[in-house]
């Protein structure tokens, strides 16, 4: 293990110039102009796994974009540890927020500043670095290892979903290991053992059929931003509780004991309100903050737009409308009822005067994994061997969707091993990665495969 | 007289080519991108104007657009009329919602498609033709004329509003005719004595210092979607009525004269409806259409912005949301006073995690002009004998809030002289001009130089 760990040491900076190539490629699945990208990006990360002494490699083609599996399965005895990631990344708008740009990767204060640094190329890296650091000193790995790499999770994961389906034997495995989630504060390995599903839809208003001049005809007709705002400013009640019907009914209670875990984590909300400049938080009354970001389902615009969005003034009555809208869902929810009581719910606040459609674009079912499971044991141990820090366990009010159809498919429990910091501005502009989370990643990485190997 | 309708009738497939090059400058105010269009399109018109026989033109740079200016005023003892026009014109997006690209015009259907087709290059060049005629048989014309063709109607006429108040002598006139609103029905020829007036507002929401990730945070901090169209939705109580404080104080009752006038027009709700493909009309309650569109003010979201607006899914919460929020006002409502309150009262609907900001763009006041006026009186008459229909006297939902300053500054009446009709989508996609109107257009304002003569 001495020598495994003397290598990656020695290497780091090796390791930092091939991330950068990496986060270089321009790989945002949603964007049908960086669709080779897509393919160049898989290519990349394919050579890497190659590299890394996977004894099998391949691009697997998908009706999205490319998913990327490389194995070494060369200790028959031993426990198999799937590694997930996904080298895909969210678009970078608005564009003019960014410092740097943001596919140079740049080195400045502790920090690799680009899209994609953080969520999730520099997690997923460390993995196959560590894979790597073992089969270079050693010959071998201590446990099996496969690793799929996917590019569509900023998009649903759609693809990777049909694969998983259809590739049980194939991804057979103990343990599912994904760095996609935070470190709790800086130096404090985390591993996280629930994340919130995610349902994402989207409502379309359309009053006249076609856009009118406001003065002409201001007054007489339904205006669908005015409609629109009407009908999302119904959606929750004077409590912050999403008045979607039926959206609460199905949620577990928290333990007491995550409760008091919670507490122990010394969450400041004070903290919180100025990182974010904003005077006070806001949320669904009767939780904490944690506990609002954790554990408790939400809803979200995303984004909304209607009638004239330049700069400057236009007398429009705009014909249609149109508002992207998030939930977050958690423990038992079902994203499918819950699309469906959503949908009827709209429709139930939208006047005559005006039509409406809503779609759905993709969900994630929210997932909480047993703390005593084999893996997370080791993630722990591995976690307070690099950092030197007791692990914490933390959840996550983020969705990675991907995670639970690899639990429920593969029969499998997931570790979230997270590498990044709430603060890396992911899905930002200047999204950045701590070169410190990176390495320890890596060390982490490294101790887990071992640790594994014992259980 | 007969010599100057023969002389127009003769003329009018070549007037209909010089309109269509005037078409051709995409002279959109409110894009930088066009400024030098809007420089060319100014001398297009200029030269129009010397051809007619003006004997003095002139373009006046100013800080915004050029405004362009003609005079003939060789008939000392007669009235003099002063003719305004604007040669910018609306924005063309969306795009791809036009048949034939909108600086294209095309004859078809015995209209004229492109964008300032009705808006107001076709109704504001029938005055020219009109005048040239006059000036190519007689060698002068009935009465003193001044033109002034501005380049800012859309953008709030803010140079022109500068330029009257400097120009008092040199626009000194008994009347303002205008052509910039629109015939009640095809062939009915049609003068409009009120207009609404505008104020065009803009309100931004800030909640956190950047974009976020929407699962990470989501639940704990305000969304400015989300609060925007709160604040948005409390903008109309359940009756329609709008809830700025003070917002209907100071609004003129209307005289059953007109009430009873506006019955006689016979509008038909269910036309409308039809028209704009709705399934019901809606607005204020206790009124009429007509009285909603023409009479009452009115408070209309004309754009809003926010968070991630292209295609595909994208999880951000977002930093900033923004809307454009107009109002249509009518006499007595005080713009300026209204304005503030406005400010005031989206300050009161905003809560505490939120930053609110509250621009003004511009703003016009309403206007009603006494029908006994005798160029009201002159422009019926000539309405009558070009159309060969009784004139009818109308209200109008829209702004030209340039009216309200020739009147107040030069202390003259205005004639509202429209030729367009609700039906050409001015302001939309696919705006056209009835060939007929511009015609008809031409003669009636051939007649009116000659009635204004003699009264």
Known sequence: MEYVIDYINSHFTEYIEELKDYIRIPSISTLEANKNDMQRCAEFICSKLKDAGMTRTEIFQTKGHPIVY????????????????HYDVQPVDPLNLWNTPPFEPVIKDGKIWARGSSDNKGQNFVHIKSAEAFFKTTGSLPVNVKFVIEGEEEIGSESLSTFISENKELLKCDAVLVSDTSLYEPGVPTITYGLRGLLYMEVEVTAANRDLHSGTYGGAVANPINELAKIISKLHDKNGKVTV????????????????????????????????????????????TLERMWTRPTLDCNGIKGGFIEDGAKTVLPSKASAKISM???PNQDAVKVAKSFEKHIRSLSPKGISVEVKMHHY????????????????????TKSFGKKTVYTRDGGSIPIVVEFMQKLKAPAVLLGLGLDSDDIHSPNEHFWIENFEKGILTSAYFLEEFSKV
């Open 364 to 383: 994630g079912l929210p997932v909480v994994t047993p703390l005593d499971s084999k893996a997370i044991v080791a993630a722990a141990k591995a976690g």
């Open 245 to 288: 019907p039926g959206f609460y009914d199905e949620i577990q209670k928290l333990t007491k004991v995550e409760k008091e875990n919670f507490k122990r984590l010394k969450f400041s909300d004070k903290k919180l309100s100025k990182d974010l400049g904003v005077k006070e938080l806001q949320g669904e009354n009767g939780f904490t």
């Open 328 to 330: 977050r869902l958690v």
């Open 70 to 85: 490389g194995e070494w399965i060369g200790e028959p005895g031993k426990p198999t540890v799937l590694i997930y990631g």
